[in-house]
């Protein structure tokens, strides 16, 4: 079982080895970088080069550990009880009302499968400490039936964070770690032509030297990062935009066209104006 990149995603070396080194310590690999550096896909990449089921696990902030292994589904069983003639089995039988969540369907799959706990970040503080012991020993315990769930084959996790809140130490000894570092421009342009094989080599040189001039402006609140290139890219090619538009004669930074899909807040599009007015007026 070894990870070595796939046709739709471009994984750099030190990529391809984190994924590998995690799926031989058996641990978590747990995933951080900007948003839209391709966190999210390479689970979906590695459990498709892999040949696994790939089972996802969307967290929001109102999500509780709980969710993932089961949930006791009270009301229905109450309503079904009121409803239901006396010689109903179903009703006393409380196994009928358990929900299985994303773990316990992973860990009793008949395959092995993968596992993506998506931006853990999200969650409440609590959240990885209470799924430390269902993620190391891979059992839990559901405690209204006193049954031992245990993970038939051991699934490959990914887990992935924007960063929004330090994960406890604890929780991060677990895991194997890897961030995805930001790609420089030789990797964004193996990813570009993963995207848009038939790319005109001018227009995307252009393209790139825009758009590594709009993300190296200090001072931004929000950096435009691969998948807002791509959308870009898109745009440049359905609107039919010239390669003019896209170079300034004087090789001085000019506002690109559509860069509503690079920029996404007032405050970095007048920084980006201001600094081209400087730079055409020599200040
Ligand atoms: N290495 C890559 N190879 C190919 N495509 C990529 C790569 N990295 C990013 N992309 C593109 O960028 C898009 C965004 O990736 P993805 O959703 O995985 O990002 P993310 O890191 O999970 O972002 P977020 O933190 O916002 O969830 C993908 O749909 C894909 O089109
Ligand atoms: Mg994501």
Same mark, same amino acid.
């Given at each position: 079982?070894?990870?070595?990149?796939?046709?739709?995603?471009?994984?750099?070396?030190?990529?391809?080895?984190?994924?590998?080194?995690?799926?031989?310590?058996?641990?978590?690999?747990?995933?951080?970088?900007?948003?839209?550096?391709?966190?999210?896909?390479?689970?979906?990449?590695?459990?498709?080069?892999?040949?696994?089921?790939?089972?996802?696990?969307?967290?929001?902030?109102?999500?509780?550990?709980?969710?993932?292994?089961?949930?006791?589904?009270?009301?229905?069983?109450?309503?079904?009880?009121?409803?239901?003639?006396?010689?109903?089995?179903?009703?006393?039988?409380?196994?009928?009302?358990?929900?299985?969540?994303?773990?316990?369907?992973?860990?009793?799959?008949?395959?092995?499968?993968?596992?993506?706990?998506?931006?853990?970040?999200?969650?409440?503080?609590?959240?990885?400490?209470?799924?430390?012991?269902?993620? &190391?020993?891979?059992?839990?315990?559901?405690?209204?039936?006193?049954?031992?769930?245990?993970?038939?084959?051991?699934?490959?996790?990914?887990?992935?964070?924007?960063?929004?809140?330090?994960?406890?130490?604890?929780?991060?000894?677990?895991?194997?770690?890897?961030?995805?570092?930001?790609?420089?421009? +030789?990797?964004?342009?193996?990813?570009?032509?993963?995207?848009?094989?038939?790319?005109?080599?001018?227009?995307?040189?252009?393209?790139?030297?825009?758009?590594?001039?709009?993300?190296?402006?200090?001072?931004?609140?929000?950096?435009?990062?691969?998948?807002?290139?791509?959308?870009?890219?898109?745009?440049?090619?359905? +609107? &039919?935009?010239?390669?003019?538009?896209?170079?300034?004669? &004087?090789?001085?930074?000019?506002?690109?066209?559509?860069?509503?899909?690079?920029?996404?807040?007032?405050?970095?599009?007048?920084?980006?104006?201001?600094?081209?007015?400087?730079?055409?007026?020599?200040?």
């Amino acid at each position: 079982m070894k990870f070595q990149g796939s046709d739709a995603y471009v994984a750099t070396p030190d990529l391809m080895l984190a994924v590998n080194a995690a799926i031989t310590l058996k641990r978590p690999l747990l995933v951080k970088g900007e948003p839209g550096t391709g966190k999210t896909m390479l689970a979906e990449q590695v459990a498709q080069a892999l040949g696994m089921p790939l089972m996802q696990w969307h967290i929001k902030s109102t999500t509780k550990a709980q969710q993932g292994l089961y949930e006791y589904d009270a009301v229905s069983r109450l309503r079904d009880s009121q409803l239901a003639g006396k010689g109903d089995e179903s009703v006393k039988d409380i196994r009928n009302y358990i929900v299985k969540g994303v773990l316990w369907q992973a860990f009793t799959a008949e395959q092995p499968v993968a596992l993506l706990i998506d931006e853990i970040d999200k969650a409440d503080i609590e959240f990885p400490n209470d799924l430390l012991r269902e993620l &190391d020993r891979m059992e839990f315990h559901v405690y209204e039936t006193r049954e031992l769930v245990k993970a038939v084959h051991r699934p490959v996790v990914f887990i992935t964070s924007n960063n929004e809140k330090e994960l406890p130490d604890a929780f991060l000894r677990r895991c194997f770690f890897h961030y995805i570092k930001f790609p420089d421009a +030789e990797t964004m342009r193996a990813i570009v032509d993963v995207h848009f094989p038939g790319l005109k080599k001018e227009l995307l040189a252009a393209a790139l030297k825009n758009f590594y001039d709009v993300r190296n402006l200090p001072g931004l609140k929000k950096k435009p990062s691969t998948s807002e290139l791509l959308d870009w890219l898109k745009l440049l090619v359905a +609107e &039919d935009i010239p390669i003019e538009a896209l170079q300034s004669k &004087d090789d001085k930074v000019a506002v690109p066209p559509l860069v509503g899909a690079l920029l996404k807040n007032e405050q970095d599009v007048t920084l980006f104006e201001k600094l081209v007015f400087m730079q055409r007026h020599n200040r």
